[in-house]
């Protein structure tokens, strides 16, 4: 018989993370905050991922692992520690990631503070693979507008990094967004959906830690490789543009504040980005005339006018 559902899902999706793995599993079952559940899915790792996440399973009954048959991709995995998670609170982490002992207890008290707030994440500081201190991350993204055109402006035109989706999310609430899709800026799309909810709150502590060993290489490459996408043009700002719309589509929002926020998606893809989306056209027919998707721009070697 499961032990009684904790308060807080922790899900750790990992491929291939052995080297700093441990470190990221051990900083979450060390927090000071204890009614929590570490729910790891690996993708069909061929490294030490396996016995490193058995034998935490082992030593810790917080520990629920899974291992895919095989590599389902990162958005796939992403969302399936989610499906799996039974708390109020949910939180993704990266394998290669970490966090203060009392981050989490830090984001449950702001959110149990301020039950207007869906999300909770604390200020970062950014690391290189070392760990050695690059910078302090201190984007402002506490979002305490009531208004929900406001905060959805906000994350929209001047959210910069997105580590603030490794914070605390009411569970409910996410699992009335489309999760993450198999599209480049799925992750800003989340966001703005869950701004549309409540509040986007600020722990004003540098209570974690993003490891810059992410690519955005990776982030377009599960995406444009994703068998739903294969034989269409990638036309990543047209895709961008569109989820968001969709978002503010299908919201709860009077349909004045849909036009307004429809307007703003507007000025920021079809003017600001307009020649974003010009060359997403031009590379789209390249896509059709090779029939195959363009490469990123390191995959390239620098050159945009070599990623076929």
């Not at 955005?216 to 043009?233: F, I, K, Q, V």
């Amino acid at each position: 018989m499961d032990r009684k559902v904790p308060r807080i899902s922790i899900g750790l999706p990992v491929h291939n993370g052995g080297r700093l793995l441990e470190q990221a599993i051990r900083c979450h079952l060390e927090q000071d905050y204890e009614d929590l559940e570490l729910i790891i899915s690996d993708n069909a790792s061929t490294d030490d991922t396996q016995d490193i996440c058995e034998e935490y399973a082992r030593r810790d009954p917080r520990v629920r692992y899974y291992r895919n048959p095989e590599n389902l991709g990162m958005v796939a995995n992403f969302n399936r520690v989610f499906m799996l998670a039974r708390g109020e609170y949910f939180k993704w982490a990266a394998h290669d990631d970490s966090c203060a002992p009392n981050h989490v207890s830090r984001c449950v008290e702001l959110l149990d503070d301020t039950p207007t707030a869906v999300l909770c994440q604390s200020q970062a500081t950014l690391v290189d693979e070392e760990g050695r201190v690059l910078q302090a991350l201190m984007d402002r993204h506490d979002l305490c507008s009531p208004d929900p055109v406001r905060r959805f402006h906000h994350v929209l035109w001047k959210l910069k990094k997105v580590y603030i989706l490794f914070g605390l999310i009411r569970r409910q609430q996410m699992a009335a967004t489309p999760l993450l899709t198999q599209n480049v800026g799925s992750d800003r799309v989340l966001l703005a959906s869950l701004s549309l909810m409540g509040e986007l709150r600020q722990v004003p502590e540098p209570l974690f830690v993003l490891r810059d060993t992410w690519s955005a290489r990776d982030a377009w490459d599960s995406a444009t490789w994703a068998p739903e996408n294969m034989g269409r043009p990638t036309l990543l700002y047209w895709r961008m543009a569109n989820d968001h719309a969709a978002v503010v589509r299908r919201s709860d929002l009077s349909t004045a504040q849909k036009g307004l926020l429809l307007a703003d998606i507007t000025a920021r893809y079809g003017v600001w980005d307009l020649p974003k989306l010009a060359y997403d056209l031009y590379l789209g027919a390249g896509e059709i005339v090779y029939r195959r998707p363009y490469k990123t721009r390191a995959a390239s070697g620098g050159s945009w006018l070599r990623r076929w």
